[in-house]
T-cell receptor
Framework: AQRVTQPEKLLSVFKGAPVELKCNYS??????LFWYVQYSRQRLQLLLR??SRESIKGFTADLNKGETSFHLKKPFAQEEDSAMYYC???????????FGTGTRLTIIP | GAVVSQHPSRVICKSGTSVKIECRSL??????MFWYRQFPKQSLMLMAT?????????EQGVEKDKFLINHASLTLSTLTVTSAHPEDSSFYIC??????????FGSGTRLTVV
């Protein structure tokens, strides 16, 4: 079974401070991990995926198979980062995407 | 990038009627599309996987006779909520995967059954 856990429902961070949104997963095979973001009144959009190893909007996430984690990080938060963030997982050869419960990030000016 | 169009964005219907929601891939072909349901302040729950030219695969606990899925072409999947009841009121979202580019989501449909 696939499972994604985001322990924080809400997270408030001051502008300019570092941000870390936690994500842990459970999957017996080789996982593919994603972070999706949903800004106010907009559709869900891909922020980054672990296989591309990109940094998008200053965010990075490293897959740690030992700790089964895929935490999202940004060194300096910006006000426009306020949004809902979802961690998601799919398995190799399995296109089903399983979402975590999401973390609402609020950046305090 | 890949775009998925979902219509309508909002619909209000009377209890007992049926509602159809369309999901189109605008600039790519999608053999597989996915339908999610999202309750207020909760995560997206996968309802079913829509497969072009074959029957949809439903997740456990999802009534296939209530949520009819049709994927008749490579660019269109439809979800019909049959005999809708107030408890079916929710936010429904479709998505499709384009090659290796990951999943693209529609803008969602807010269904209110009165």
């Amino acid at each position: 079974a696939q499972r994604v856990t985001q322990p924080e429902k809400l997270l408030s961070v001051f502008k300019g401070a570092p941000v870390e949104l936690k994500c842990n997963y459970s999957y017996s095979g080789s996982p593919e991990l994603f972070w999706y973001v949903q800004y106010s009144r907009q559709r869900l959009q891909l922020l980054l995926r672990h296989i591309s190893r990109e940094s998008i909007k200053g965010f990075t996430a490293d897959l740690n198979k030992g700790e089964t984690s895929f935490h999202l990080k940004k060194p300096f938060a910006q006000e426009e980062d306020s949004a809902m963030y979802y961690c998601a997982l799919s398995g190799l050869g399995n296109e089903k995407l399983t979402f975590g419960t999401g973390t609402r990030l609020t950046i305090i000016p | 990038g890949a775009v998925v169009s979902q219509h309508p964005s909002r619909v209000i219907c009377k209890s007992g009627t049926s509602v159809k929601i369309e999901c189109r891939s605008l600039d790519f072909q999608a053999t597989t599309m996915f339908w999610y349901r999202q309750f207020p302040k909760q995560s997206l729950m996968l309802m079913a996987t829509s497969n072009e030219g074959s029957k949809a695969t439903y997740e456990q606990g999802v009534e296939k006779d209530k949520f009819l899925i049709n994927h008749a072409s490579l660019t269109l999947s439809t979800l019909t909520v049959t005999s809708a009841h107030p408890e079916d009121s929710s936010f429904y979202i479709c998505s499709a995967k384009e090659g290796e580019d990951g999943y693209t989501f529609g803008s969602g449909t807010r269904l209110t059954v009165v």
